[in-house]
């Protein structure tokens, strides 16, 4: 099967599952693109005539919150005809494509209210120490700072649990610190 074949198949699939309209580009591979978020690629098997693969894609970002997650995928002969293939989509591919996929979006929601909270408390630090720098990766946001010879560096973590490390401060700066901090947090 060629590209334009494919492309011709997705369109006639999509008639026939609810839901379900084709996305294609040129140069891009055809896409099935269904009710909450499901975006199933489908591709031709080069080493076997007549033969296409459908394969249920994830959000981007999923893999840091679903590292393990399961592929989701069939092998169809596309001589069966659309009908036949929108069957074997919905009885084979989607059920537990579609388990897998809420359990990600459901994951990715709450990693999104994690990092606003990180970022949140984050900002709170900076706001309180001039000249902090704010060092943030998938984990963590770090916040290193200075204040004459005290210095210190603030790790909020990705559950927005805190790592607080402090030299040299004063009773009243380590109280203001931990003050804020606490209120953030409740």
Request: charged share 30%; glycine share 6%.
């Given at each position: 099967m060629n590209a334009w074949e494919v492309e011709e198949l997705v369109i006639e699939?999509?008639?026939h599952l609810d839901g379900f309209t084709p996305l294609i580009r040129a140069g891009h591979p055809a896409y099935l693109i269904g009710p909450a978020g499901a975006r199933l690629v489908v591709h031709p098997l080069w080493?076997?005539?007549?033969r296409i693969r459908?394969?249920?894609v994830y959000p981007d970002g999923s893999r840091s919150?679903?590292?393990?997650?399961?592929?989701?995928e069939?092998?169809?002969?596309?001589?069966?005809?659309a009908a036949s293939i929108a069957k074997r989509i919905e009885r084979r591919l989607l059920p537990g494509y579609?388990?897998?996929l809420t359990t990600c979006r459901e994951l990715l929601a709450a990693k999104a209210i994690q990092d606003g909270t990180r970022d949140q408390l984050a900002e709170t630090l900076a706001?309180?120490?001039?000249?902090?720098?704010?060092?943030?990766?998938?984990?963590?946001?770090v916040v290193l700072w200075r204040l004459g010879a005290t210095s210190g560096t603030f790790t909020v973590h990705s559950d927005a649990t805190t790592t607080i490390q402090i030299?040299?401060?004063?009773?009243?700066?380590?109280?203001?610190?931990a003050d804020a901090v606490h209120h953030r947090a409740s």
């Open positions: 699939v999509a008639e080493s076997q005539r007549g459908v394969l249920g919150v679903l590292p393990n997650q399961k592929r989701h069939i092998t169809v002969t596309a001589a069966r005809g579609r388990n897998d706001e309180l120490l001039p000249d902090a720098t704010l060092t943030a990766n998938e984990r963590a946001t030299h040299a401060a004063d009773r009243e700066l380590a109280e203001r610190i």
